[in-house]
T-cell receptor
Framework: AQKVTQAQTEISVVEKEDVTLDCVYE???????LFWYKQPPSGELVFLIR??????QNEISGRYSWNFQKSTSSFNFTITASQVVDSAVYFC????????????FGQGTELSVKP | GAVVSQHPSWVICKSGTSVKIECRSL??????MFWYRQFPKQSLMLMAT?????????EQGVEKDKFLINHASLTLSTLTVTSAHPEDSSFYIC???????????FGPGTRLTVL
């Protein structure tokens, strides 16, 4: 069965600290996609990244970086030098190739960055 | 990517009334539309999958007679919450997968409050 686990419910950091959000997934499919979304208080989901199961290269985009490790079924997200505007709920999600695109979301991690 | 709109963005209604939420794909032919529900402080859970011109597929535990989904055209899917009750108060989000199902285009969401 497919499942996404974000064990950290809430994280609080002080501005400029680095923070890593953990994501562990379960799937029996060999072809799948992993996503990270940001959800600010407005509720609208903001797409951050998509990774397919055959691409284990780590990715960096500005202050954001992602570490995908199939060996541990993890897709962790790191924010470097966090800012107050990073405060939001972050969701990790899984889409299996044979499921027509529907997403299985993790429980979400609420990040609070204090000035 | 595709642009998806939802209307209304928020709605307050009395218990027992029905509420219709529209999800429009503005620049993309959406043959499939997913409807998610998000209770406060919780994750997004898939409610149903609608395909243009056919009956929707509901996830386990979702009452199909209470949450009526219509996907009559490639640009419009509607979710009607019939005889709404306070426990139906939630954030409802639609999404459509891109070609190849490895990307998702989300609507901005509709916040429903039932008094």
């Amino acid at each position: 069965a497919q499942k996404v686990t974000q064990a950290q419910t809430e994280i609080s950091v002080v501005e400029k600290e680095d923070v890593t959000l953990d994501c562990v997934y379960e799937t029996r499919d060999t072809t799948y996609y992993l996503f990270w979304y940001k959800q600010p208080p407005s509720g609208e989901l903001v797409f951050l990244i998509r990774r397919n199961s055959f691409d284990e290269q780590n990715e960096i985009s500005g202050r954001y970086s992602w570490n995908f490790q199939k060996s541990t079924s993890s897709f962790n997200f790191t924010i470097t030098a966090s800012q107050v505007v990073d405060s939001a709920v972050y969701f990790c999600a899984l889409s299996e190739n044979n499921q027509g695109g529907k997403l299985i979301f993790g429980q979400g991690t609420e990040l609070s960055v204090k000035p | 990517g595709a642009v998806v709109s939802q209307h209304p963005s928020w709605v307050i209604c009395k218990s027992g009334t029905s509420v219709k939420i529209e999800c429009r794909s503005l620049d993309f032919q959406a043959t499939t539309m997913f409807w998610y529900r998000q209770f406060p402080k919780q994750s997004l859970m898939l409610m149903a999958t609608s395909n243009e011109g056919s009956k929707a597929t509901y996830e386990q535990g979702v009452e199909k007679d209470k949450f009526l989904i219509n996907h009559a055209s490639l640009t419009l899917s509607t979710l009607t919450v019939t005889s709404a009750h306070p426990e139906d108060s939630s954030f409802y989000i639609c999404s459509t997968p891109g070609q190849g199902y490895n990307e998702q285009f989300f609507g901005p969401g509709t916040r429903l409050t039932v008094l």
